[in-house]
């Protein structure tokens, strides 16, 4: 299994990936083997990220290609108005950064992290230790899904068709991402969510600063910004303003567009 970094050409194994974040990482080293249930979370969390997520609907979605660059660029999202971060497994000591920000006393009850790129219970496992309040997938990983169901933790797994986003709902998937574009974009999003008005569809890739209000006006309940938002060039330049002014253009293009409704669902999985 290999992952592919937007900022390199050769890819990474996977599994040597989150082994050096671990290793790296400061969580948990000494604390010896979880039990599963140890990982459960409560319903009213559980929901309360969900309505955060409908409240504020725009994720900044972080890789970077060094560890340097990585809290710096996530520091200029916040500074521009974002309120939902995700870390991705794909950006070196991405555990430990996430830990970093979640321990921020300023951050507190103000922003959500979570961790992307989970392939693995294990990942899960690991990014849960580091203190993401949801995980994100790019691919469909039923175990993955059924994990963070039974333990209440939000997942958006990613989903091509709509057939793999029901079969995510049905799995327990709170909300489906939809990843990569699709053609049509927002007009292929509008009718997945009026033909099947139970998904809570979470587009990233095709998501601009510029449409970002196209998406969530054709019933997406939310976006994921990437490279748009994390210009690869800014990053390298260290352009923090620049990232922090895309920040805030996109982000007051989402509040134009107002929250989306949803009704809490106490099921069990």
């Not at 520091?75 to 971060?85: H, M, P, S, T, V």
Request: aromatic share 8%.
């Amino acid at each position: 299994l290999f992952d592919f970094c937007g900022f390199c050409k050769s890819p990474k194994p996977h599994l040597e990936m989150l082994a050096t974040a671990r290793s790296a990482s400061r969580i948990g080293s000494s604390l010896g083997p979880r039990s599963m249930s140890s990982y459960a979370k409560s319903q009213e969390s559980y929901e309360k990220t969900l309505d955060w997520f409908s409240a504020h609907r725009a994720t900044a979605v972080l890789r970077t290609p060094t560890s340097a660059a990585c809290p710096k660029a996530m520091e200029a999202a916040i500074n521009g108005g974002f309120k939902i971060c995700e870390f991705t497994l794909t950006t070196p000591d991405a555990l430990v950064h996430l830990q970093d920000f979640v321990n921020k006393d300023e951050y507190k009850g103000d922003i959500k992290f979570g961790m992307g790129t989970v392939m693995t219970v294990a990942d899960a496992e690991a990014s849960v230790d580091a203190g993401a309040e949801f995980l994100i997938s790019p691919v469909l990983i039923p175990e993955v899904i059924q994990w963070c169901a039974k333990n209440k933790i939000p997942c958006l797994p990613g989903c091509h068709t709509p057939t793999e986003a029901y079969n995510a709902y049905q799995l327990g998937a709170p909300i489906q991402k939809i990843f990569p574009g699709v053609a049509g974009n927002s007009t292929w999003l509008k009718a997945v969510s009026a033909a099947l008005p139970m998904l809570r569809l979470n587009p990233t890739s095709g998501v601009g600063l510029e449409n970002a209000g196209e998406f969530l006006n054709n019933g997406c309940v939310g976006v994921g910004l990437v490279a748009p938002l994390f210009n690869p060039v800014m990053v390298q330049e260290e352009n923090w303003e620049g990232i922090r002014a895309n920040a805030k253009f996109v982000t007051n293009n989402v509040k134009a567009c107002g929250p989306s409704v949803r009704e809490h669902s106490y099921v069990e999985f």
